[in-house]
């Protein structure tokens, strides 16, 4: 999945946490205690276990580390996008601006009946299309006498 912060701004993937360097690890890690928790990558890995854990979106978005998995996946895309700036000024912005973008469908290959035929086309796909449309109806050569 991947996010916006705004209407026109860069997007950003929520896989960037496994991507984090040792410099934002120990970056996220002295901010973020600060902040009044320490996030560092054994506490990250133990709020994904317990989120993945849960049944759905619902449940996983109540859960008390729910905000904190948010704000760690926004600095964590931030900085693997090149932005040099701090935990809190990663995730310093209205809430109403972080935009969820769904995974393009159109990447996905689409499932295919082997035994059905391709769909005509060219010349000879549009005789054979015009052919069936219309009702040719035969008639008798006309005789002078």
Same mark, same amino acid.
Request: charged residues 30%; neutral net charge; aromatic residues 4%.
């Given at each position: 999945? $991947?996010? @916006?912060?705004?209407?026109?701004?860069?997007?950003?993937?929520?896989?960037?946490?496994? $991507?984090?360097?040792?410099?934002?690890?120990?970056?996220?890690? +002295?901010?973020? +205690?600060?902040?009044?928790?320490?996030?560092?990558?054994?506490?990250?890995?133990?709020?994904?276990?317990?989120?993945? +854990? =849960?049944?759905?979106? @619902?449940?996983?978005?109540?859960? *008390?580390?729910?905000?904190?998995?948010?704000?760690?996946?926004?600095?964590?895309?931030?900085?693997?996008?090149? +932005? @040099?700036?701090?935990?809190?000024?990663?995730?310093?912005?209205? =809430?109403?601006?972080?935009?969820?973008?769904?995974?393009?469908?159109?990447? $996905?290959?689409?499932?295919?009946? *082997?035994?059905?035929?391709?769909?005509?086309?060219?010349?000879?796909? $549009?005789?054979?299309?015009?052919?069936?449309?219309?009702?040719?109806?035969?008639?008798?050569?006309?005789?002078?006498?």
């Amino acid at each position: 999945m $991947k996010f @916006r912060i705004g209407n026109d701004g860069p997007i950003y993937s929520v896989d960037a946490v496994d $991507k984090l360097s040792l410099l934002d690890t120990l970056i996220l890690q +002295e901010q973020s +205690e600060a902040m009044g928790r320490r996030i560092d990558a054994g506490v990250i890995e133990d709020l994904k276990k317990q989120l993945d +854990e =849960l049944p759905n979106n @619902r449940e996983r978005g109540r859960h *008390p580390a729910s905000l904190w998995m948010v704000a760690v996946g926004i600095f964590a895309a931030r900085r693997v996008a090149g +932005e @040099r700036i701090s935990f809190e000024e990663a995730i310093d912005f209205p =809430l109403a601006d972080l935009q969820w973008l769904p995974d393009p469908q159109d990447r $996905k290959p689409k499932k295919s009946d *082997p035994t059905q035929g391709r769909p005509a086309s060219g010349p000879a796909g $549009k005789r054979r299309a015009g052919a069936n449309s219309t009702t040719r109806t035969s008639s008798s050569p006309s005789t002078d006498d």
